[in-house]
DNA sequence: CCTCCTCAGTAGAACGTTTTACCCCGCTGC
DNA sequence: GCAGCGGGGTAAAACGTTCTACTGAGGAGG
């Protein structure tokens, strides 16, 4: 209970505070003999520095915020992997916070965030109004987009190109002889739903076709669940040629509830998800997807902001585009 | 950048700045007409408060570490989703570690928990040496064991009947003419792997078979790509009657390369997985698992953490422990 | 009229670091 | 012999809250 402070271990090896504190943050400036006489303190007495006295003292922490969409999505925990490693391999925690689709939540956890006094955030916005953003930026809170794009120049943002993934994937399903495409979605406020949307509309218009050919299907939430109930609004429709989800959680969704209504994937529809989590080559029948590059996409983020954070004279700001991957699988052979 | 403090909202609202602590901390000490007056004058400042600051003079936080063995695995996601609901509707933070099955990338996280005088801790430990957990608890950290059973009486811990789980999986596999088992499982240093093997063994002594039916295939870590390899191997060995994976994500595994292998999945071998993850029921062909109630597991965890944090005198340790339910599914038909 | 209470609020000392300004000492160069 | 310098260290003032002890003002009770 009793915590021991830099005091004590200054004590114990005859030197002062700063001594201390020095050999904490800039060991080079202590005579080697007079280091190992506090390192051995430090030791010996299991002293821990109290991080938010060096955060209130010093004027910023060691710690990154995180938000995200929805933790559930094998996408995101990808991504928060990677944010994690490379925070944790430079000395910083990751707070980690779920908006689960809601602007209220995000808004609350950006508060906390605040509270905190974040060194710097990173966000997947749940929507287009950033205004809030800036907010935080003017608080002197660094920040990076994940998975979006910049909306100002001096900012920096990973992202992947959603209107080519949307284009790609529904080009394949053309080229596989569909003519009617059904793109079940998340909310369209989300932005990578509308760019994907746009993609697949882009790929009718190449093939020569009506942009009326694409029937939208809007549900509420990008999880399997939603995309069981579209599946079977579908099905009460009248079904097309093939079915483009927005994300592979909706695609494994319509993909069960195809099956257990005795459609065959992909001879009856063919199928196609997005983002190629792990468990689309491992579905009943497999799932072609367009992959994205996760992993990195968190782990570049977090370096950019790290980098911005630690350099901020010499950073440069950068607006990072990946291109997706059309990953073909049984679900349009 | 310039932060604005409590002692400004103080003198907009023409009040001292304890005063605006209590509006803060204690609402019901300070008279309506001035608490209207200062929580203007934060509006209109746009005052957030100092957490580090507050952490600091108040001698606690407002946050909770939560340390996990596998960000990547939805039962963990779906745990930290339980916890993070608690935690931010109780006004929270959540600092998110990721174990990796690690040791020593838990103990990093542990140290940087540490200095971050996180209130409390959830943890889902790597190893049965929990001494250094009992170090934190010394220092004034609460501490909660997630899906792991308590080491000591005096500390809450929320657990799930693994013993039972790996019974009433390897019951299920034998009801259904098995002779021949195969358990797949992650490192045996991990209490959960050891005690569903203890389980599946009992199981087969109820059965009157020799506890050399069950054959181990031991890998270094609980993912798909470790259960393909498995799988591989038991194909070159000789396959058994059945096989019980010690998680659905190295069952997946299994079942992919069985598949390919073109060996029959219930007809050849049957499967079983652990868990019951979202995408179990998915699968190519669907999984039986032992089903969690993992969202459960970290809702309740947290609660018993704050409780005991905030309620430490009349708080009172419980060991909750949960039976897990079998689902039977295609691969055990 | 005096004492005692409660209510509403204030002044000022913490909390454990980091940082700034400064000191001392021995050495170098002239 | 002395100015100048740099390496190694110290003292003390912050940082923004919370908390403890205290002050007045207004009643209530005797």
Same mark, same amino acid.
Not at 25 to 30: E, S
Not at 276 to 279: E, K, M, P, T, V
């Given at each position: 209970m009793t915590t021991v402070s830099i005091r004590e271990v200054a004590a114990r090896a005859g030197v002062s505070p700063g001594t201390v504190s020095n050999v904490l943050?800039? &060991? +080079?400036?202590?005579a080697a003999a007079t280091r190992e006489r506090v390192e051995e303190a430090i030791r010996e007495l299991g002293f821990v520095r109290h991080g938010s006295a060096s955060t209130l003292r010093a004027g910023h922490s060691r710690t990154l915020g995180l938000s995200v969409i929805d933790i559930g999505n094998p996408f995101f925990t990808d991504v928060a992997a990677g944010v994690e490693d490379m925070a944790s391999g430079r000395g910083y925690a990751v707070i980690l916070g779920n908006s689960a689709g809601s602007r209220a939540k995000e808004e609350r956890n950006l508060r906390v965030l605040a509270e905190q006094r974040v060194r710097g955030v990173l966000i997947t916005p749940t929507d287009e109004d950033l205004t809030r953003l800036d907010r935080l930026r003017e608080r002197g809170t660094r920040l990076v987009l994940v998975d979006h794009p910049a909306h100002r120049p001096d900012q920096c943002a990973v992202a992947v190109d959603d209107v080519a993934g949307g284009r790609a994937a529904v080009a394949h399903l053309l080229a596989g002889g569909a003519r009617r495409v059904a793109y079940v979605t +998340? &909310?369209?406020?989300i932005r990578q739903c509308r760019e994907r949307r746009q993609g697949a509309l882009e790929a009718l218009e190449a093939a020569g076709l009506a942009p009326d050919r694409l029937q939208v299907a809007e549900t509420t939430a990008m999880t399997a669940r939603a995309g069981e109930k579209a599946a079977a609004d579908l099905l009460a429709e009248g079904l097309p040629d093939a079915v483009f989800c927005a994300n592979d959680l909706l695609a494994l969704g319509v993909l069960r509830t195809l099956l257990q209504a005795g459609v065959r994937v992909p001879d009856d529809v063919a199928l196609m998800g997005y983002d @190629?989590? @792990?468990?689309a080559a491992a579905s009943a029948v497999s799932l072609s997807s367009m992959r994205q590059p996760t992993y990195q996409l968190g782990r570049i983020a977090t370096e950019l902001l790290l980098d911005e954070c630690e350099n901020p004279g010499a950073h440069a700001h950068q607006h990072i585009m990946f291109q997706p991957e059309l990953v073909a699988r049984e679900s349009t052979r």
């Open positions: 943050n800039r &060991p +080079g400036k202590v +998340g &909310p369209l406020t @190629d989590i @792990d468990f």
